[in-house]
């Protein structure tokens, strides 16, 4: 019977390890520069042990060892905060009761001896009730202005007490001081919503917040986010720019003591790795982490993503893990898009009594370690940038990604504010607001210096010349029972197989109208509202003279706008229909050049990069077949997955990372070159070296 202790010699540290050393090569210890500025940059390989005060007692070599056979190179275990896991000589640090040595001490010694660099994590939201009784000033307090209750013996301290604002400081400057830790990580400073289990803590109503809101805006601190007050308008922004204030201060600190440690916590002001958790086991977007880590990139382009693959489904079951396909899913999604892989389990590695996710961490993790010579400093060959503002999440954004990642089209998502345009063959807009002139001036810039833009939604207006609207419309709302009409004329036109099978799709959201002045194109109509019941009265006979797809060459370059929201109706209803007529506007219209495509189902993802210093590209492909409704299960193989590329240097050699085998290849007259992968198990990647 397992009794959680961590002196129990665990199953897997006398089987699972024994059979990783026999069956992989061992990882030498890597040599680390821990002078080296920005090391952070690269993707990293991290495994997060959130270790419980127990497991102190522990063999630390069996720990450090599990953790090197797994290929991680980065290490997250906690060091303080809570409970501080080394002889603190600081009284308002807990010192762990089970702890009779110096054991951070120990633990960072034997990890770096094995070349893997230590993250020492801190949460300094709770104190433990021993400290808490002396200094309830340091605490968060509910309406009555008493702390909140205690939760397992810890109370929860507030961000503007003295304890997060000078005694962190002191204990960050205690054990950066002491340890030669590479980098810090800082759990849950903010304003928490909720406890553990899941109960709405409120507004804190301490003193210091009421005098630090007061100072702020001449206000007195709401009771409730809820009222309608001005202050309850003010307390989101002054939760915002106190937490970032807070961070910029830590940031000073720790830089000032070591400007080579790397910072990182849920935040992106004042840290070099921003943290993001993958943490629910269920209803999970299948392109959530590669989203996440292009946008992080793209946003955060002088940081990195660390995006936990969490073991557990929620908080109650710490335990138990989430599928194995799902950890795998979840990591092969970060590491593919150029972010480091991030694993983490409650307790140590090597002692989880859910043991049947860890070896699709192995996996990854060694595929990247084996394989990092060609993941590492790569950038996207992308054949379309979707733009994405603000956070990008939206119906819109997602349908457009899940039309283009079916289809296999290569796409980066891009900001016009940040992007290099000139380098993208094509760009879609999701047009989700009026278009600034900045914007206006650039879409035209980018058309007539020879780019092909798509813009969908609305709206848009005559100010945007390349598409060349005489005026603008209106704005039809959404109503029940509307239509797109697909002519024999659009068919013809848009070349999309489906659409023989085609006369019409549904919408349900708005519609942009306009007038095109001569020289552009006005496909697909639109059909107002149909009758839908009685069966015996669904039919219509008007349908308007209203385009739903306009296009038009201008200067060097195309341009088509789809006035719907097309990248909606597909994340609504998953009709192919919708996306059909993007594809066709993309291939068609905007003839958009086209450097890989992939012949095989629409569940195998795909991505296309190149080596940044020109000697590779690659192409890799994710099986998602193993996805059942909300279970996420092994992947059926695929076979004969054919690929064409055309390749940016003549191709030397072809070759799989995942399964070793050399491929042969085809060329064809008009510079593309053809390979087939026999089978596709779970993830390939195929690299064409010049």
């Known amino acids: 019977m397992r009794t959680g202790n961590s002196t129990f010699v665990s199953h897997w540290s006398i089987f699972s390890l024994g059979l990783a050393l026999l069956t992989f090569p061992l990882f030498a210890a890597e040599v680390m520069d821990r002078a080296e500025p920005n090391w952070w940059i690269k993707p990293h390989r991290m495994i997060q042990t959130n270790l419980r005060e127990i497991d102190v007692a522990m063999d630390v070599e069996e720990y450090v060892a599990s953790l090197k056979a797994t290929g991680a190179n980065v290490v997250l275990f906690n060091l303080g905060g809570i409970v501080a896991n080394y002889p603190t000589e600081l009284p308002f640090h807990y010192r762990n009761p089970f702890m009779k040595n110096d054991f951070a001490g120990e633990v960072v010694k034997r990890l770096h001896g094995e070349g893997i660099r230590v993250f020492a994590r801190f949460d300094f939201s709770k104190v433990n009730e021993s400290i808490a009784a002396a200094h309830p000033e340091w605490l968060t307090h509910v309406a009555d202005d008493r702390p909140l209750p205690l939760y397992n013996g810890q109370a929860a301290t507030c961000l503007n007490g003295w304890y997060q604002q000078e005694g962190m400081l002191k204990i960050l400057g205690e054990a950066i001081d002491r340890y030669s830790i590479d980098g810090v990580f800082f759990n849950m400073i903010s304003y928490p919503r909720k406890d553990y289990s899941g109960q709405e803590v409120g507004i804190c109503q301490c003193e210091n917040c009421h005098q630090r809101f007061r100072s702020m805006y001449g206000l007195e601190l709401p009771k409730t986010e809820q009222e309608n007050t001005p ?59 590669g989203f996440r880590t292009r946008w992080a990139l793209l946003n955060f382009p002088d940081k990195q993503l660390a995006n936990a693959a969490v073991s557990f489904p929620h908080y109650p079951h710490r335990h138990a893990t989430v599928s194995p396909d799902l950890t795998r899913k979840r990591l092969y999604g970060c590491m593919i898009n150029g972010a480091w892989l991030d694993f983490s389990c409650v307790g140590r590695f090597d002692e989880q009594e859910d043991r049947i996710g860890l070896d699709q961490v192995e996996d990854v993790f060694r595929f990247h370690a084996a394989n990092e010579r060609w993941l590492a400093n790569t950038t996207e060959l992308a054949d379309v940038g979707l733009v994405v503002e603000g956070t990008g999440r939206n119906d819109e954004v997602r349908g457009l990604i899940e039309i283009l990642s079916q289809a296999h089209v290569s796409y980066e998502l891009v900001s016009l504010a940040k992007s290099d345009l000139t380098k993208l063959p094509a760009l879609i807009v999701p047009v989700i607001e009026n278009l600034s002139t900045e914007v206006i001036q650039k879409l035209d810039a980018y058309v007539q210096g020879g780019g092909r833009l798509l813009l969908t939604g609305g709206p848009v207006t005559p100010e945007l010349r390349c598409l060349g609207l005489s005026a603008p419309g209106e704005k039809r709302p959404a109503q029940k029972g509307t239509y797109i009409r697909i002519r024999p004329e659009d068919q013809t036109r848009l070349k999309q197989p489906l659409l023989a099978k085609l006369d019409l799709v549904l919408l349900s959201g708005d519609l942009w109208t306009a007038t095109m002045s001569p020289g552009g194109e006005a496909l697909l109509r639109f059909i107002p509202p149909v009758r839908f019941g009685p069966p015996e009265k669904c039919y219509y006979t008007d349908v308007s003279e209203i385009p739903c797809l306009y296009a038009r060459r201008s200067g060097r370059g195309e341009v088509a706008w789809i006035p719907w929201r097309v990248g909606t109706e597909f994340a609504t209803f998953g009709h192919g229909g919708h996306a059909a007529l993007l594809l066709g506007a993309l291939d068609e ?64 050699r072809v070759r799989l990372l995942k399964s070793g ?12 070159i053809t390979c087939v992968v026999p089978v596709l198990h779970s993830y390939e990647v195929i690299l064409f070296e010049y």
């Not at 002054?238 to 790397?262: C, S, W």
């Not at 998602?624 to 909300?630: N, R, V």
């Not at 085998?661 to 593309?672: E, I, M, N, Q």
Request: proline fraction near 6%; charged fraction near 25%.
């Open 589 to 652: 219209l905007l003839l958009v050049p086209r450097r890989v495509r992939v012949d095989c189902s629409h569940l195998v993802e795909t991505n296309h990069r190149a080596d940044r210093a020109g000697k590779f590209e690659w192409v890799s492909l994710y099986n998602h077949s193993g996805q059942l409704d909300k279970i996420i299960g092994a992947p059926l193989p695929i076979h004969n997955v054919t690929v064409r590329i055309s390749p940016t240097s003549p191709v030397q």
């Open 661 to 672: 085998l050399s491929l042969s290849v085809k060329p064809d007259t008009d510079g593309w």
């Open 231 to 289: 202050a309850a308008a003010k307390y989101p922004d002054f939760t915002q720019r106190t937490t970032r204030e807070q961070f910029e201060r830590v940031n000073a600190f720790v830089k000032g003591r070591n400007p080579n440690l790397a910072i990182c916590t849920y935040t992106e002001a004042g840290v070099d790795i921003v943290r993001k958790e993958s943490d629910k086991a269920l209803d999970s977007w299948v392109y959530e982490e």
